[in-house]
Protein backbone atom coordinates (compact mmCIF):
# COMPACT_ATOMS: atom_id res chain seq x y z
CA UNK A 1 0.00 0.00 0.00
CA UNK A 2 1.32 3.31 -0.85
CA UNK A 3 1.35 5.67 2.00
CA UNK A 4 1.99 9.05 -0.24
CA UNK A 5 1.10 9.03 -3.98
CA UNK A 6 3.06 11.74 -6.27
CA UNK A 7 2.02 13.15 -9.90
CA UNK A 8 3.37 13.75 -12.22
CA UNK A 9 5.81 11.09 -13.24
CA UNK A 10 7.84 13.52 -15.18
CA UNK A 11 7.06 17.20 -16.25
CA UNK A 12 8.82 19.11 -18.65
CA UNK A 13 8.49 23.38 -17.98
CA UNK A 14 10.24 26.33 -19.62
CA UNK A 15 12.93 28.31 -18.51
CA UNK A 16 11.20 30.91 -16.16
CA UNK A 17 8.03 29.14 -15.93
CA UNK A 18 6.11 27.57 -12.59
CA UNK A 19 6.72 23.64 -11.65
CA UNK A 20 3.91 21.95 -9.98
CA UNK A 21 4.03 18.78 -8.17
CA UNK A 22 1.65 17.21 -6.15
CA UNK A 23 0.90 14.57 -3.54
CA UNK A 24 -1.49 12.86 -1.73
CA UNK A 25 -1.63 10.97 1.29
CA UNK A 26 -3.79 8.75 3.76
CA UNK A 27 -2.73 8.81 7.33
CA UNK A 28 -3.50 11.68 9.04
CA UNK A 29 -1.68 11.01 11.67
CA UNK A 30 1.54 12.51 9.46
CA UNK A 31 2.73 15.22 10.71
CA UNK A 32 6.28 16.08 8.75
CA UNK A 33 5.97 16.77 4.83
CA UNK A 34 9.39 17.27 3.44
CA UNK A 35 10.71 17.95 -0.06
CA UNK A 36 13.93 16.27 -1.53
CA UNK A 37 15.69 17.32 -4.61
CA UNK A 38 17.84 14.63 -6.03
CA UNK A 39 20.46 15.28 -8.86
CA UNK A 40 21.68 12.21 -11.32
CA UNK A 41 24.21 10.11 -8.96
CA UNK A 42 23.72 11.98 -6.19
CA UNK A 43 21.48 10.94 -2.80
CA UNK A 44 18.52 12.60 -2.40
CA UNK A 45 18.97 16.11 -0.24
CA UNK A 46 16.11 17.91 1.97
CA UNK A 47 14.55 21.16 -0.33
CA UNK A 48 11.74 22.89 1.88
CA UNK A 49 9.77 21.10 4.52
CA UNK A 50 6.80 21.93 6.17
CA UNK A 51 4.30 20.72 9.32
CA UNK A 52 0.55 20.30 9.05
CA UNK A 53 -0.19 23.24 11.48
CA UNK A 54 0.58 25.89 8.10
CA UNK A 55 -1.25 26.39 5.05
CA UNK A 56 1.98 27.37 2.98
CA UNK A 57 5.83 27.98 3.71
CA UNK A 58 7.93 30.02 0.90
CA UNK A 59 11.65 29.14 0.97
CA UNK A 60 13.00 31.72 -1.73
CA UNK A 61 11.46 30.49 -5.26
CA UNK A 62 10.16 27.18 -3.54
CA UNK A 63 6.93 27.08 -2.07
CA UNK A 64 4.75 24.34 -0.54
CA UNK A 65 0.92 24.29 -0.47
CA UNK A 66 -0.28 22.22 2.16
CA UNK A 67 -4.14 21.56 2.39
CA UNK A 68 -4.95 19.67 5.51
CA UNK A 69 -8.67 18.64 4.91
CA UNK A 70 -8.05 17.55 1.80
CA UNK A 71 -4.67 15.41 2.28
CA UNK A 72 -2.60 16.84 -0.17
CA UNK A 73 0.70 19.43 -0.52
CA UNK A 74 2.10 20.44 -3.49
CA UNK A 75 5.72 21.92 -4.24
CA UNK A 76 5.85 25.23 -6.60
CA UNK A 77 8.94 26.08 -8.26
CA UNK A 78 8.46 29.64 -9.54
CA UNK A 79 10.85 31.10 -12.02
CA UNK A 80 12.47 27.60 -13.25
CA UNK A 81 15.60 27.58 -14.38
CA UNK A 82 17.75 24.83 -16.32
CA UNK A 83 19.77 24.25 -12.67
CA UNK A 84 15.88 23.03 -11.19
CA UNK A 85 16.22 20.15 -13.39
CA UNK A 86 16.36 17.00 -11.01
CA UNK A 87 14.20 14.22 -9.46
CA UNK A 88 11.89 15.57 -6.62
CA UNK A 89 10.46 13.46 -4.32
CA UNK A 90 7.86 14.33 -1.39
CA UNK A 91 7.41 12.56 1.64
CA UNK A 92 5.74 11.70 4.96
CA UNK A 93 6.32 10.99 8.34
CA UNK A 94 5.19 10.45 12.05
CA UNK A 95 6.88 10.97 14.27
CA UNK A 96 9.70 12.49 12.11
CA UNK A 97 11.89 9.21 11.86
CA UNK A 98 10.21 6.70 9.44
CA UNK A 99 9.98 8.47 5.83
CA UNK A 100 7.51 7.31 3.04
CA UNK A 101 8.25 8.74 0.13
CA UNK A 102 6.34 9.46 -3.35
CA UNK A 103 7.48 7.87 -6.47
CA UNK A 104 9.67 10.99 -8.00
CA UNK A 105 9.38 13.01 -10.31
CA UNK A 106 11.07 13.95 -13.13
CA UNK A 107 11.46 17.43 -13.49
CA UNK A 108 13.16 19.30 -16.94
CA UNK A 109 13.51 22.98 -17.17
CA UNK A 110 13.95 23.70 -20.82
CA UNK A 111 16.58 26.95 -21.67
CA UNK B 1 31.93 18.33 7.77
CA UNK B 2 32.48 14.85 5.48
CA UNK B 3 28.55 14.01 5.29
CA UNK B 4 27.33 10.40 4.99
CA UNK B 5 29.90 8.01 3.67
CA UNK B 6 29.12 4.95 1.75
CA UNK B 7 31.63 2.00 0.03
CA UNK B 8 31.67 1.16 -2.10
CA UNK B 9 30.41 3.27 -4.65
CA UNK B 10 29.71 0.90 -7.29
CA UNK B 11 29.60 -3.23 -6.79
CA UNK B 12 29.55 -5.59 -9.52
CA UNK B 13 28.75 -9.12 -8.66
CA UNK B 14 27.72 -12.49 -9.66
CA UNK B 15 24.45 -14.04 -8.54
CA UNK B 16 24.94 -16.11 -5.50
CA UNK B 17 27.78 -13.89 -3.84
CA UNK B 18 27.40 -12.18 -0.62
CA UNK B 19 27.58 -8.17 -0.97
CA UNK B 20 28.38 -5.76 2.02
CA UNK B 21 27.53 -2.59 1.88
CA UNK B 22 28.94 -0.09 3.83
CA UNK B 23 28.20 3.42 5.81
CA UNK B 24 29.61 6.00 7.94
CA UNK B 25 27.18 8.69 9.18
CA UNK B 26 27.58 11.94 10.25
CA UNK B 27 29.41 12.33 13.70
CA UNK B 28 26.76 13.24 16.04
CA UNK B 29 23.62 11.61 14.44
CA UNK B 30 22.13 8.85 16.25
CA UNK B 31 19.65 8.06 13.78
CA UNK B 32 20.49 5.69 10.54
CA UNK B 33 18.49 4.72 7.84
CA UNK B 34 19.35 2.26 4.69
CA UNK B 35 17.16 2.76 1.50
CA UNK B 36 16.82 1.31 -1.89
CA UNK B 37 15.94 2.54 -4.89
CA UNK B 38 14.80 1.30 -8.21
CA UNK B 39 13.09 2.45 -11.14
CA UNK B 40 10.11 0.42 -10.59
CA UNK B 41 9.20 0.67 -6.78
CA UNK B 42 11.29 4.02 -6.40
CA UNK B 43 13.11 5.42 -2.70
CA UNK B 44 11.82 2.06 -0.17
CA UNK B 45 13.17 2.45 3.42
CA UNK B 46 14.73 -0.92 4.17
CA UNK B 47 15.71 -0.37 7.91
CA UNK B 48 16.64 2.05 9.98
CA UNK B 49 18.52 2.40 13.49
CA UNK B 50 18.27 4.73 16.78
CA UNK B 51 20.93 4.63 18.76
CA UNK B 52 22.51 1.98 17.42
CA UNK B 53 19.13 -0.19 17.96
CA UNK B 54 17.30 -1.47 15.15
CA UNK B 55 13.68 0.30 15.20
CA UNK B 56 11.64 -1.24 12.53
CA UNK B 57 13.31 -3.51 9.69
CA UNK B 58 10.02 -3.92 8.01
CA UNK B 59 10.92 -2.64 4.86
CA UNK B 60 13.76 -5.61 4.67
CA UNK B 61 12.67 -7.87 1.57
CA UNK B 62 13.14 -11.34 3.00
CA UNK B 63 16.36 -13.04 5.19
CA UNK B 64 18.94 -12.63 2.37
CA UNK B 65 19.20 -9.04 3.87
CA UNK B 66 20.55 -8.30 7.06
CA UNK B 67 21.79 -4.99 8.80
CA UNK B 68 24.18 -4.35 12.22
CA UNK B 69 25.11 -1.43 13.74
CA UNK B 70 28.17 -1.95 15.67
CA UNK B 71 28.91 1.46 16.70
CA UNK B 72 27.48 4.90 16.19
CA UNK B 73 29.77 5.05 13.13
CA UNK B 74 29.35 2.40 11.20
CA UNK B 75 27.02 0.17 9.60
CA UNK B 76 26.66 -2.83 7.30
CA UNK B 77 23.84 -3.89 4.82
CA UNK B 78 24.69 -7.11 3.94
CA UNK B 79 23.17 -9.60 0.79
CA UNK B 80 23.64 -13.06 1.40
CA UNK B 81 23.24 -14.70 -1.31
CA UNK B 82 22.59 -11.45 -3.77
CA UNK B 83 20.24 -12.50 -6.62
CA UNK B 84 19.62 -9.86 -10.06
CA UNK B 85 16.70 -8.17 -8.80
CA UNK B 86 18.82 -6.90 -5.81
CA UNK B 87 20.54 -4.59 -8.08
CA UNK B 88 19.39 -0.98 -7.16
CA UNK B 89 21.35 1.79 -5.45
CA UNK B 90 21.29 1.76 -1.87
CA UNK B 91 21.44 4.60 0.09
CA UNK B 92 22.73 5.27 3.81
CA UNK B 93 21.42 8.37 5.73
CA UNK B 94 21.84 9.74 8.77
CA UNK B 95 19.77 12.21 11.25
CA UNK B 96 19.48 13.62 14.81
CA UNK B 97 16.57 12.00 16.23
CA UNK B 98 13.44 13.71 18.52
CA UNK B 99 12.41 16.34 15.84
CA UNK B 100 12.11 17.18 12.65
CA UNK B 101 15.65 16.65 11.87
CA UNK B 102 16.61 16.35 8.04
CA UNK B 103 18.09 12.83 7.17
CA UNK B 104 21.07 13.17 5.14
CA UNK B 105 21.94 10.94 2.84
CA UNK B 106 24.81 9.83 1.23
CA UNK B 107 26.09 9.44 -2.56
CA UNK B 108 24.73 5.50 -2.62
CA UNK B 109 26.43 2.49 -3.83
CA UNK B 110 24.81 0.94 -7.27
CA UNK B 111 24.65 -2.80 -7.08
CA UNK B 112 24.57 -4.95 -9.96
CA UNK B 113 24.03 -8.72 -9.41
CA UNK B 114 24.71 -10.26 -12.46
Same mark, same amino acid.
Given at each position: ??? &????????? &??? $?????????????????????????????????????? &?????? $??????????????????????????????????? $??????? $??????? &??? | *????????????????????????????????????????????????? /? /? /???? *?????? %? *??????????? !????????? %??? *????? !??????????? %?? !? !??????????
Amino acid at each position: QQQ &VKQSPQSLI &VQK $GGISIINCAYENTAFDYFPWYQQFPGKGPALLIAIRPD &VSEKKE $GRFTISFNKSAKQFSLHIMDSQPGDSATYFCAASK $GFNKFYF $GSGTKLN &VKP | *DAGVIQSPRHEVTEMGQEVTLRCKPISGHNSLFWYRQTMMRGLELLIYF /N /N /NVPI *DDSGMP %E *DRFSAKMPNAS !FSTLKIQPS %EPR *DSAVY !FCASSLSGGPH %EQ !F !FGPGTRLTVL
